[in-house]
């Protein structure tokens, strides 16, 4: 499947910067539309003012959540002129409650989201739920770009993060129309089991699969030498110099990574390369 509608979700050009000029040229590459969503939340929570507030506050809050979200698409607007793609640009509040099922709504029908980090400095929570609104309610792959990192025009290489489960495989089929453009995909297997239906030939039939819809793939089988997965993965993309991760998103639930720590919110704090994700 093409790339045929893209959308961005930005709450500051500044800190979004990076997503919104690799959706540009996500466009470019594939001749696709570009819808970029100007975000401004409104962090009143529900049951938080005692009863007989002013109300003047609540609405206080409503309307510099309109004006930012206004201030941002003009800016976004300017950035945009010039460019040699279809786009539009669309202004949004939300409250913080909401926000999940707004989020959902507008990216639903999208392709692929393009989206900003979601953890590090000066990131509120506000950004781990706009990218896990994409994935798990807008049920759709999300890439997710590093704060100082460049979308590769082509990428040359990808490296995909197989561990046989279902959320992999479908990273992989939301990615394949980079991958069909990727000079290698290398798909990674790290300790794969040794009584497992493929242990004579770990990533085989993924290779072939691939191989039938043009891809150049090869497979990587890497030791668990160091604790976390995430720490593999990229210490592998940097020896092998790939541009690209595509992997499988929360296969343990949100709470436990949230809690915990896991493969995806690990490699989302860590990459300084461009994710792929699908759930």
Sequence with gaps: ??????????TDLEMDGAALQAAIKVAHQEDAHLDV?????????????????????????LVSAQEDAVKLEHAVTKRMKGEDIRWAVQ??????????????????????????????????????????AALFDGHVPVLV????????????????????????????RAAMPILQRAETVDIAIIDPPPHGPDRSDPGGQLSQMLARHGVRAEVSVLA???????????????????????MGA?????????ILGGATRNMLELADVPVLLAH
């Design 145 to 172: 770009m590093p704060d100082k990192g460049e979308w590769p025009d082509p990428v040359r290489r990808a490296i995909i993060a197989w561990n046989e489960s279902a959320e992999a495989l479908c990273a992989i």
């Design 250 to 258: 929360y296969g343990h639930s949100r709470f436990r990574e949230s």
């Design 91 to 132: 202004p949004a509040t939300a409250q913080t409650a909401w926000l999940t099922s707004a989020v959902a709504h507008q990216t639903r029908l999208a392709d692929l989201v393009i989206l900003p980090k979601p953890y590090g400095e000066g990131r509120g929570h506000e950004s781990e739920v706009i990218t896990e």
């Design 224 to 246: 668990k030498t160091m604790p976390r997965v995430s720490d593999i993965l990229c210490r592998h993309c940097t020896d092998i110099g790939a541009d690209l991760i595509v």
């Design 37 to 61: 969503l100007c975000l401004g939340i409104d962090r009143t929570q529900p049951g938080f003012y005692y009863a007989g507030a002013n109300a003047l506050v609540i609405q206080e809050n």
């Design 1 to 10: 499947m093409a790339y045929k509608s893209l959308i961005t979700v930005l």
